[in-house]
């Protein structure tokens, strides 16, 4: 693996390399089609700091680090970039593995715990409370499209009754009221 430094305003000694060659060892184990490591190192005013970005053939990743001592913030970023290494290669293998039939795969795994009435039935996977503020329906709507949510419960103040305002799929908004 070769390591590409950048060193800005600092002077970096061969002890700092091997510190940081070693570490990043430890990442290249996640993936094999590195194609470009480069870590940079910059001083601004008292404090150290390490960018180091990784470039695959399906990924790259950025970490960042700050500290006033500079293999610290050397290591720091490293393991930053280890922990965000480790997520990708966890999405990578998840991803192939659910790439063939997911229906297939999951009737194996819930079989003890599938109700009696088969295999379409829906479960309830999480369970949430939602705060029912009162406001008009025009609040709502407004409400919703500041937020990034798919819907939102209030309790709508004009009628007295519990309504729901959601996204729909043509990018507009739909009201649910409920029936006396």
Not at 64 to 89: C, P, Y
Not at 111 to 137: F, L, N, Q, W, Y
């Amino acid at each position: 693996m070769k390591v590409e430094y950048i060193a800005r305003k600092v002077n970096l000694t061969s002890g700092v390399r091997d510190i940081a060659e070693k570490k990043l060892a430890r990442v290249e184990k996640y993936f094999n089609d590195i194609i470009d490591l480069r870590l940079e190192v910059s001083q601004e005013r008292h404090l150290y700091v390490a960018d180091i970005f990784l470039k695959g053939k399906d990924f790259s990743l950025k970490s960042t680090s700050s500290n006033k001592d500079l293999t610290t913030a050397i290591q720091d970023a490293i393991d930053k970039l280890e922990m965000q290494a480790r997520k990708a290669k966890a999405r990578l293998k998840d991803h192939k593995r659910h790439g063939s039939d997911v229906r297939e795969d999951t009737s194996r795994d819930d079989a003890g715990s599938e109700p009696a009435g088969g295999e379409d039935t829906p479960r309830i996977v999480e369970t949430s409370t939602i705060p029912v503020k009162p406001m008009s329906v025009e609040e709502a709507a407004l409400q919703l499209e500041e937020s990034e949510e798919r819907f939102l419960v209030f309790y709508n103040s004009v009628s007295d009754k519990v309504n729901v305002v959601y996204r729909r799929a043509d990018n507009n908004l739909g009201l649910i009221t409920p029936e006396a």
